[in-house]
């Protein structure tokens, strides 16, 4: 068979531990036999990252931004112990942090749905997709405690010293006190990746805040949403047969638990953190979520949800067999692959992307999986395979659809 051929390089950003060793077979064993694959390599292990004084970081993020694709790898983000464990000489921030940060991206968040990993939530048929905005509000606020009676206001003083100031509230005991922000930038940001994402993937939207309560704060957050929908996005939906759906907070969770799925569902920050853990576990498992950023510019970055998975590599490092499940990367690497095609035009490159996704998820209906999916099937008498043989099973399954 000739393989398919590429004309855009993939960014790709290699990470850590046990992820790092499943990214290596994916490649070896799905992709390269069957791509003649094009990607331009950023070594985001944390010794390279080190050595770069996280500079590879950076860079990558920048390579993000010419050619538009990306897929990442699952990497470590420094703390105490990893400071001793990798010699750091500093504790480098979350690459997730750095490269979000410069693509000014919002991160959708997706259940891979396959019969016999069932929903705890029986209604839920398709996948919800959380996006949760990452920037301010409870995450980068300034709170006080206040030790007795007196007043407390925020006062706002504009460039030119003019001031503009509204009680919080006189204590007339202790308590505390929180001051939040959030900028109109950011929001609009998170609105137009939203609208991006869901005429890209042909879902509808919804989208949800507390504004009968939070009056200006939250209702800046519906008002921006609004705005650009009417003004950018009104007709595009229409055309798509798509639709903007936004409803109060706890209307919206309400409503998720009665409805079937298959919508994006927008999160101020808050909430996506709270919401998403609640619907990816719901769905079943950390390993069957994937994630992409998106960026209000059309730049997109692809990878799995969970971490390094740390415990395995330890036992993989001792020479112990791990069951470590590889889904959420190889469809990071799918996605990726299908969207560089779309930009591209490159038919073969989607529906190969297509073809190994399939061929995954039968191999998990057939009853062969990894451990963590064999302890919460409903399939009777799953197959156990370790790392390996379970994308050597996914590449058997793949050679069969591409014959
Ligand atoms: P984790 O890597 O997601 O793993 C936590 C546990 O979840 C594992 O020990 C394992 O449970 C289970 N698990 C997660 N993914 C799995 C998979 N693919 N197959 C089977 N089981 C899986 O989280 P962590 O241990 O808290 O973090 C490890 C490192 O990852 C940290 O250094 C953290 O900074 C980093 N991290 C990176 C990202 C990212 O790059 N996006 C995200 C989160 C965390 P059992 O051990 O019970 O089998
Ligand atoms: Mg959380």
Known sequence: MEKIQMTTPLVEMDGDEMTRILWKIIKEELLLPFIDLKTEYYDLGLEHRNETNDQVTVD????????????????????????????????????????????????????????????????????????????????????????????????????????TSEVVHTFTGAGVVQGMHNLDNSIESFARSCFEYALDTHQDLWFATKDTISKKYDHRFKDIFAEIYENEYKEKFENAGITYF????????????????????????????????????????????????????????????????????????????TSTNSVATIFAWTGALRKRGELDGNGALCAFADKLETATI????????TKDLALITTIEHPVVLNSKDFILAIREELEKSLR
């Open 246 to 321: 936004y409803t109060l907070i706890d209307d919206a969770v309400a409503r998720i638990m009665k409805a079937e799925g298959g919508f994006i569902w927008a999160c101020k920050n808050y909430d996506g953190d709270v919401m998403s853990d609640m619907v990816s576990s719901a769905f079943g498992s950390l390993a069957m979520m994937t994630s992409v950023l998106v960026s209000p510019h059309g730049y997109y970055e692809y990878e799995a949800a969970h971490g390094t998975v740390q415990r395995h590599y330890y036992r993989h490092l001792k020479g112990e067999e």
């Open 60 to 163: 990558s993020a920048k390579a993000t931004m010419k050619y538009g694709v990306a897929v990442k790898c699952a990497t470590i983000t420094p703390n105490a112990a990893r400071m001793t464990e990798y010699d750091l000489k500093e504790m480098w921030k979350s690459p997730n942090g750095t490269i979000r940060a410069l693509l000014d991206g919002t991160v959708f968040r997706a259940p891979i749905v396959v019969k016999g990993i069932e929903p705890c939530v029986r209604n839920w048929k398709k996948p919800i997709t959380i996006a949760r905005h990452a920037y301010g509000d409870v995450y980068k606020n300034t709170e006080m405690r206040i030790p007795g009676p007196g007043k407390v206001e925020l006062v706002y003083t504009a460039e030119d010293g003019t001031t």
């Open 362 to 369: 039968h191999v998990i209906e057939s009853g062969k999986m």
